[in-house]
């Protein structure tokens, strides 16, 4: 209630104040700025007082706000889509999302001359990588994997000189991987 009747003076007696600041003889002044302080420091103190009360919850671990999220179905998804960014900072992949799409994808990228290899598996520990060689799957990466209408798809970013069209082809089948605009 405190509360409420403070904002109440500052709604009437600021612009009573000022206004008495700018058009009142000297003692109205010194009475409208006394006024101005006394409701400063009325808040001040409510303020306080009502961050006194507030309870504090205790912390969480972050493991235990999350709902233990089952883990998703190993699969070898095949992109569908590229997208290359103009200066070849980025690579976009897309494929039919699963109902159980996992959140996240290892991703292995090897560029030969133009092409860009890629090698996408989800919920496969890394390291286990079917039909690939060992030299593959050392610089693999995780990456988070979006699903919007279902078509899922990942961002990598990339280190590639500007210059030659580079064309995507999936590590696996050796197929072209046609780019999207």
């Known amino acids: 209630m405190l509360a409420f009747a403070l904002g109440l003076a500052w709604l009437v007696l600021s612009p009573l104040c000022l206004w008495f600041l700018v058009r009142g003889r000297h003692p109205a002044r010194i009475g409208a700025v006394l006024t101005l302080v006394a409701m400063e420091a ?21 493991a235990a706000q999350q709902p233990a999220m089952a883990e998703c179905v190993e699969r070898t998804p095949v992109p569908q889509a590229a997208r290359l ?27 030969k001359g133009r092409e860009l290899r890629v090698w996408v598996s989800e919920g496969a520990p890394q390291g286990h990588w079917e039909g690939t060689p060992q030299t593959h799957h050392e610089g693999a990466r ?9 078509t899922a798809s990942l961002a990598l970013t990339l280190d590639l000189p500007d210059g030659p069209r580079y064309v995507t082809v999936d590590g696996r ?7 999207s605009r």
Do not use: K, M
């Open 42 to 62: 009325a808040t001040v103190v409510v303020s306080e007082e009502r961050e006194s009360r507030v309870v504090v919850a205790y912390d969480v671990p972050a």
């Open 85 to 111: 960014g103009r200066r070849h900072e980025r690579l976009r992949l897309y494929w039919a999302a699963a109902s159980d799409e996992c959140r996240t994808a290892d991703v292995v990228l090897r560029r």
């Open 142 to 150: 995780t990456v988070p994997v979006h699903v919007e209408h279902s």
């Open 173 to 179: 089948s050796g197929n072209r991987i046609p780019l």
